[in-house]
């Protein structure tokens, strides 16, 4: 290091770094201009300042700063760390610091001085944050289809023995609570698909639906799961128009929003959910969107919470932004929202003051009608007896399943004979040769998957139906890859009675048309 200040103040004067001198009291010397960039101060204002007020690191002090520098060796430099620089920016920095003592003995008295740069990496970190989050994220996703496969399994008895319980209860009271434990187990299987939906990014399953189901799931979650201080008003139009969407995204993007009002009004406030036909004649031009399209459908969520201040307003989309302390959030919901409502051709608007509230309003595109559904699924009625003795083999590893099924279809004209895994179903098949009339089997079991046993069979007995079950997400994935036999129909976990004694019939009649 040349001995002469000036060098270092002529060579980084114009560069990114902010350079600084101080010395052994901890004063500022010498500051170059890239101190406005960092701090919001210009260097003349820090020259004569403690060097700590300018490196606010928390209450970062001297001595324990000095302690860092004493356990910080790194070469040539007395000190290499990383903090954030809070400074009077409206955002901290995060930034990388650099210190070496120099000996200033070009004046009679020699001086002692410490030189230090401070680098911007806030960029670098918010790169390493992403892809840690990242993989957070991926882990999640594992993590989310083991344990839906295992919820799969623990609501699949409960919804099909709901079904088989029914016709046998005997007062009202009885029904009410069949129907209470199948509404129960229902909205646990759409919770289970909500969060694959989320933790996957799932694209599919997009149609015409009616958003009024989903507003009012939504306001049935709101009211049962919010704290008694906020008040919840409604007003859902009653008329609102079809739009194309996949609803498990359009719940799980609403919902997100409400939960974001909720944590806005800690001590309490109003919440209001407005849907409406809507015309817009001039879309945002910001918006990816059709600029032709005027009709529209506007779902409004408006808190009186603590509001938004105008220099956030423009960074809420960003992912991982957030004004939430660690472990109250992540910074990907409102990233998330946005992503699905373009995904859906649809745009987002946000106006909020600082203790006015927000207002999120969504505009989806609506199409003309909804498809007469009539007709389209027709399951096979509590009084039928659609069976006539055929021998159908229930091949799963959690016993509940296969008793639920057994009673089911047993109660309906099947002769059912059951096995624990794949091993067991050739072994049960080579018994009774050709009595069996269709497999059902279950496609995650231990010692022989579903899908190689559905590979064996086919081989064995090209003619045998097979319909394969699965509680879990990547279940799909099986039956595309090469030379992988085709089941002759899929169930996903859970399913109701009906469901599964109308695909048995359909499977069993080829010549109606198949229902999945």
Known sequence: MPKDPSYATNALHHGPAWTYIRDLDGLIVYSSPQSRHFLGRDAQDLVGQPWTTCLAAGKLNLQRWE????????????????????????????????????????????????????????????????????????????????????????????????????????????????DILQTSAERGARIVRQILGFAHGDDSDRGPIDPRHVLRELVLVVQETFPRNI???????????????????????????????????????????????????????????????????????????????????????????????????????????RSLIIAHGGFVDVRSRPGEGTTFSVHLPTIDRLPDCEGLTHLAGDDEEPGHGERILVVDDEPSVRDVIRETLGARGYDIMLAADGVEALATINLVENDIALVITDVHMPHMSGDILVNVLKRMRPQLPIIAISGHPDAPQNWQQDNQEQPNATLTKPFAGPALVQTVKDVLNPSAPAHR
């Open 67 to 178: 302690a860092l520098r004493e356990a910080g060796q790194h070469g040539d430099f007395a000190l290499h760390t990383e903090l954030e620089l809070c400074g009077s920016r409206p955002t901290p920095l995060w930034v990388e610091v650099r210190e070496r003592d120099w000996l200033d003995d070009t004046a009679a008295d020699p001086v002692e001085l410490i030189v230090g740069t401070v680098v911007d990496i806030s960029d670098r970190r918010l790169r390493e944050s992403q892809l840690q989050h990242g993989q957070r994220l991926e882990n999640l996703g594992l993590l989310s289809a083991g344990i839906a496969h295992d919820l799969n399994n623990i609501l699949a008895p409960i919804l099909i023995a709901g079904s088989l319980l029914r016709p046998s209860a005997k007062s009202d009271r009885e029904r009410r609570m069949v």
């Open 231 to 337: 008040s919840l008003h409604d007003d859902i139009s009653s008329n609102l128009r079809t739009v194309h969407a996949n609803p498990t995204q359009l719940h799980q993007l609403l919902l997100n929003l409400c939960v974001n009002a909720r944590d806005a009004m800690p001590d309490g406030g109003e919440l209001h959910i407005k849907a409406t036909n809507a015309v817009v004649k001039n879309p945002p031009a910001h918006q990816p969107i059709s600029r032709s399209r005027r009709d529209w459908v506007r779902i409004t969520i408006r808190d009186t919470g603590t509001g938004i201040p105008p220099e956030q307003l423009d960074q809420i989309w960003a992912p991982f932004y957030t004004t939430k302390a660690d472990g109250h959030g992540t910074g990907l919901g409102l990233s998330t929202v």
